[in-house]
């Protein structure tokens, strides 16, 4: 299986994220309950991959309306999910066919995703150092990427050198890695904690990361670290790109204190490969995502170019 989400037209294939990138395991949704399962648990995961599997999922249900409900409380934070799921309810109200639908949108997340790693490319010169964080290529998006996938454009005609956040607690770092190695690109991997050294001491470019919610006022939902990266990389004058397709906008919420940040089992960080790390009793804060105000954004890359302000996309909007 080569793509993260494979459809065809009776079943979800997904390749379960949770065992790359030292095994490939297929993982089989033939309803929403199993759909809605499999976006909860990371099989899959990356806010494009999840909406494409979220619209795949209401294309098998028999109660669209129900499963609609199910799938939405899956993972709260990504705004891709309803999006997804509110487009297919809109379709099938028209009388498209759902599986018709549900293609289509994937479709529109290769094409989206495909532009923008062509304009985040258009940023980087032969020769840069690339700081990421989490995992926003292939993999999380159905498509070409967001993030990593612009590296990887770039890295066909430049010379480019990433570093790649671990990315804690469940290691999304080496997924990125897992992915640099196969299209050749130089990375190397560092803990998160190293990050504000390798941005004063490593002569970076740039960071990029993806988007899981991105609101009205410029602020922004991803995974948990992408804040105080954000923080490092101003105070170190590097530029902090947040690449993401449109539809991860979330025009209805003013701000990202509105923002719902979905926690997470503690299991995530007591333990690491079935080991446990810490003592019987430990409590834990495990945040999947966190906020990152606007005023830390260089600039935001969608599949309709580069944005330096939020203001540049409300007119978007505002014409759609």
Not at 71 to 88: C, F, G
Not at 162 to 174: H, K, L, S, W
Not at 179 to 193: A, C, F, R, T
């Amino acid at each position: 299986m080569d793509e993260a989400v494979e459809f065809d037209g009776k079943e979800i294939r997904l390749l379960d994220q949770r065992f790359l990138p030292h095994e490939n395991k297929i993982v089989r949704c033939r309803n929403e309950k199993e759909t809605a399962d499999a976006i909860k648990t990371m099989v899959v995961r990356g806010a494009p991959a999840i909406g494409v599997t979220a619209a795949y999922g209401m294309a098998i249900a028999k109660n669209p309306n129900e499963a609609a409900i199910k799938l939405k409380s899956a993972r709260p934070t990504a705004v891709d999910l309803a999006n997804a799921i509110e487009y297919m309810l809109s379709e099938i109200k028209k009388g498209t066919d759902a599986k018709q639908a549900a293609i289509m949108w994937h479709e529109k997340i290769r094409e989206c995703t495909k532009k923008i790693c062509e304009h985040g490319a258009s940023l980087l010169k032969n020769g840069n150092k690339v700081l990421l964080h989490c995992n926003a290529g292939p993999l999380a998006t159905g498509g070409y990427g967001t993030s990593l996938g612009a590296v990887i454009e770039a890295g066909k005609t430049k010379n480019i050198m990433v570093y790649v956040d671990e990315t804690r607690p469940r290691f999304q770092g080496a997924l990125t890695a897992h992915e640099l190695k196969k299209v050749g690109i130089p990375h190397k991997v560092i803990p998160d904690s190293a990050a504000g050294s390798a941005l004063r001491n490593l002569k970076i470019n740039s960071v990029m990361v993806g988007a899981d919610r991105i609101v009205r006022n410029g602020d922004f939902a991803n995974k948990i670290g992408t804040y105080p990266l954000s923080v490092l990389a101003k105070e170190n004058l590097v530029p902090f790109y947040v690449l993401a397709p449109f539809s991860t906008i979330d025009f209805s919420t003013e701000s990202g204190e509105q923002i719902k940040i979905e926690e997470r089992d503690e299991e995530e960080v007591l333990m690491v490969n079935s080991h446990r790390i810490y003592e019987k009793g430990t409590q834990v804060y495990n945040p999947s995502f966190d906020v990152t105000p606007a005023r830390y954004v260089t600039a935001y890359i969608t599949e309709h170019g580069i944005h330096k302000n939020i203001s540049e996309l409300m007119k978007l909007h505002k014409r759609e």
